[in-house]
């Protein structure tokens, strides 16, 4: 159906028939949409978790392996280098087989090689095995994200996208809750394996709770499967639906071939802007926020705790406590996204995001370079990891995971997600890997200003190819009328 033209009538109920796209849209957010959300969103949660435990890990597998710098940097970055794979080449298959078959697949990945973890006998393995765990959670990426913007309703949804993406945060307390549990029971150099094991338990309950997910009615509509997407449709709209030439349409034609894995139409001139916009300043939020993130407490370590006469495992716990501490900080700037983002817009959050990470991870370096040092300048310390988890949160780490659910295609989406989840990933890795090796080289305060320039390019990329989602519908500012607006800037 297109712009004002009126819906057809049900001949059995009497009732207007709504295309599909536009029926989701206008739905009110309703008990379906809150458990499909929550089943999708949980997957998110197990990166988190991940993202904190490893962290906790890392001083324990290089003392019980005897790591490198480089070594501890590779296991790090082993499991987001899977997810780079994951999300940048297995998930377009999203795109194609459907979001549902994904859904069943990434989980039974992530419990196998969580469990093969355990039992890891020197680095290499460990990096094995991390890497292919990262293929499961970099799948769950894409998909978990395009399955919510897809049944969401465009009143909303840029907050209950964010939401989802909050769901990291819970993973995140969860890993500092387990790393200090499991440190204080276990006060052992092996109880990295119970750590990085214990992710098992919440995958397990999310696959039993995900049988029930119904595929995306998007997705259906434009495969061919028009009954099962009008009976989901209609469930989750509480209205008679129709699909219609609108919704069947598709941006690009279906890829074969290795063209499955690497979708061309990203890359094309009506495309190319979004692919810049969404997988640019994603990439260079994730070196700061896996950096930074993953080494908190090995850089409290260097700045505040190092040099007291206390034993290692004393001193990781140290460290452990004071990070979890500060991760308290994360939930807060989630609710601040989730609270502004429909309000305020994608743009400005991201934007400010930017910029108060910039502001927070010079103070940290300053702290570091005041006499005395930043053991002096405890305070200063607290309140630039407090700030810097804050803006993170409240701006780019929640906006650019829900921009590239909006701005791309139905068709393409998984796999315009995917990219861009894909670099910014490689930027996890890169911010990871290379971490602990110039932490050693250059310094701290060198190495914070260092990922402070790179918040400041987010920020210039997101203020030049901006387009704000707000207050439009998933097909206009996605697919349907992409042609049109490509060419143009959109307003902030």
């Given at each position: 159906m297109t ?9 059995d ?10 029926a ?10 809150r458990a499909?959300?929550?089943l999708?969103?949980l997957g998110?949660m197990l ?7 490893i962290?906790?890990a ?7 392996f005897?790591?490198?710098a ?7 970055a ?9 999300a940048?080449?297995?998930g ?7 979001r549902?078959?994904?859904f ?5 990945l ?6 093969l973890?355990?039992v890891a ?11 292919m765990?990262?293929v499961?959670v970099g799948l ?9 913007a897809?049944i969401l309703?465009?009143?909303g ?6 939401a989802?993406?909050a ?10 809750v387990?790393?200090?549990v499991?440190?204080s029971?276990?006060?052992?150099v092996?109880?990295w394996r119970v ?6 338990i ?6 039993f709770?995900r049988r ?7 997705w259906?509509?434009q495969?061919g499967?028009e009954?099962e ?9 509480g209205c ?12 690009a034609?279906?890829p ?6 690497i ?5 094309k001139?009506n ?8 997988a640019?300043?994603?990439f260079?939020m994730d070196?700061?926020?896996y950096g930074v993130g ?5 850089l409290?370590?260097a700045m505040?705790v190092?040099?007291a006469?206390t034993?290692?495992?004393?001193d ?11 991760d ?8 601040i ?9 994608r ?9 108060g990470?910039t ?11 005041l ?5 002096s ?20 780490n ?7 659910a909006?701005?791309f ?15 910014a990933?490689l ?13 050693n080289d ?9 990922v402070?320039g790179?918040t ?9 190819f901006?387009?704000e989602p707000?207050?439009?519908s ?9 042609a049109s ?8």
């Amino acid at each position: 159906m297109t712009a004002g033209s009126t819906p057809e009538a049900d001949t059995d109920s009497g009732k207007l028939r709504l295309p599909l796209g536009i029926a989701l849209d206008r739905a009110k957010f309703g008990r379906l949409h809150r458990a499909f959300w929550m089943l999708a969103a949980l997957g998110i949660m197990l990166d988190g978790f991940d993202f904190f435990i490893i962290g906790v890990a890392n001083p324990l597998i290089a003392k019980d392996f005897g790591a490198s710098a480089a070594e501890t940097g590779l296991i790090s970055a082993a499991a987001i280098l899977g997810a780079v794979f994951g999300a940048g080449l297995l998930g377009p298959l999203g795109d194609r087989i459907g979001r549902k078959k994904i859904f069943r697949f990434d989980l039974i990945l992530f419990v196998v090689f969580s469990l093969l973890c355990i039992v890891a006998w020197d680095v290499w393995s460990l990096v094995f095995f991390r890497f292919m765990l990262g293929v499961a959670v970099g799948l769950d990426y894409p998909i978990a994200a395009s399955y919510m913007a897809e049944i969401l309703p465009s009143k909303g949804r840029g907050r209950w996208l964010v939401a989802g993406f909050a769901m990291q945060a819970v993973g995140i307390l969860l890993g500092a809750v387990v790393g200090v549990v499991v440190l204080s029971l276990l006060p052992e150099v092996f109880s990295w394996r119970v750590m990085l094991g214990f992710g098992v338990i919440p995958a397990l309950v999310i696959i039993f709770l995900r049988r029930g997910v119904p595929e995306s009615p998007r997705w259906l509509a434009q495969n061919g499967h028009e009954e099962e997407a009008v009976e989901v449709a209609e469930k989750l709209a509480g209205c008679p639906v129709e699909v219609t030439a609108e919704d069947r349409r598709r941006s690009a034609p279906v890829p074969e071939g290795l063209k499955a894995f690497i979708q061309p139409a990203l890359f094309k001139r009506n495309m190319i802007r979004r692919t810049i916009f969404t997988a640019g300043p994603w990439f260079l939020m994730d070196i700061a926020t896996y950096g930074v993130g993953i080494f908190t407490p090995t850089l409290i370590a260097a700045m505040v705790v190092s040099g007291a006469d206390t034993t290692f495992i004393a001193d990781d716990l140290a460290s452990i406590e004071a990070t979890a501490l500060l991760d308290i900080f994360l939930p807060v700037g989630f609710a601040i996204a989730i609270l502004l983002v429909d309000r305020a817009g994608r743009i400005p959050l991201q934007l400010t995001g930017f910029a108060g990470m910039t502001v927070a991870l010079c103070l940290l370096a300053v702290a570091e370079l005041l006499p005395g040092g930043a053991d002096s300048h405890l305070a200063l310390v607290l309140v630039g990891f407090a700030l810097f988890n804050t803006f993170m949160n409240a701006g780019p780490n929640a906006t650019t995971f829900a921009l590239p659910a909006e701005v791309f295609p139905s068709d393409i989406r998984a796999a315009g997600h995917g990219f861009a989840a894909a670099c910014a990933k490689l930027g996890a890795a890169i911010g990871v890997f290379f971490f602990p090796i110039l932490l050693n080289d250059i310094g701290t305060a060198a190495l914070l200003f260092v990922v402070a320039g790179c918040t400041t390019l987010g920020f210039a990329i997101t203020a030049i190819f901006r387009i704000e989602p707000k207050g439009r519908s998933l097909d206009e500012v996605s697919g349907q009328q992409a042609a049109s607006i490509a060419a143009r800037m959109t307003p902030p």
